[in-house]
């Protein structure tokens, strides 16, 4: 593993972590998960699979260290890394196909709902709450928080794959 990209890697993970822990949290202490899209920005910057599991995992522990939401450590644990993956299997089949301009905002959008949709399953099959709940849920909570980050990276992924391609400390994918 290159230590440079570790370097930054880790410094999108602290950053991702300071948003996660500073934003409030609005229905049963869920909260907007800006780690996430950090972790979407640190895939879609190195997608290879070591830094991936990687990433999955610490995100993971740091989101389960940062929640508020009751049943959310376990949650956090299971939920990153399966979506992690996901998103990696699905911008690895459309980064040569789509334009990136495109596929970056989508495949936010589209993982912040799985990683939601996790989240949630998880989450309230360990408080055991109702049914209901899982949609009311998902539409208070994960739209919201997939529009937000679908906003964040529209803003954060060309200036950083900028700041990487004029300091040339490596290749950017």
């Known amino acids: 593993m290159n230590t440079r990209i570790l370097v930054i890697l880790s410094l999108l993970l602290g950053i991702g972590a300071v948003l996660h822990y500073v ?9 907007p998960d800006m780690l996430l899209s950090m972790m979407f920005l640190g895939i879609m910057l190195f ?3 070591k830094y991936v599991v990687t990433l999955a995992i610490a995100a993971g522990v740091i989101s389960a ?3 508020q939401t009751v049943g959310g450590q376990i949650a956090n644990m299971i939920d ?24 970056v905002p989508v495949l936010t959008a589209i993982g912040t709902m799985i990683s939601g ?9 360990v408080v055991g709450l109702m049914d209901g709940t899982f949609i009311l849920l998902f539409l208070t909570v994960v739209l919201p928080t997939a529009g937000l980050n679908t906003a964040f990276i529209l ?11 004029r300091s040339q400390p490596i290749a950017v994918s």
Do not use: D, E, H
């Not at 934003?23 to 909260?31: D, R």
């Not at 949709?117 to 099959?125: D, G, H, K, M, P």
């Not at 803003?155 to 391609?165: A, D, F």
């Open 23 to 31: 934003i409030p949290g609005f229905v049963y202490g869920m909260k």
């Open 117 to 125: 949709s996790i989240f949630l399953t998880v989450a309230l099959y």
């Open 47 to 49: 997608p290879k699979p």
């Open 65 to 67: 260290l940062t929640t």
């Open 80 to 103: 990153k890394p399966i979506t992690a993956l996901l998103f990696f299997g699905l911008f690895l089949l459309v980064k040569n196909r789509i334009s990136m301009k495109f596929n």
């Open 155 to 165: 803003i954060t992924y060309p200036i950083v794959q900028q700041i990487l391609k």
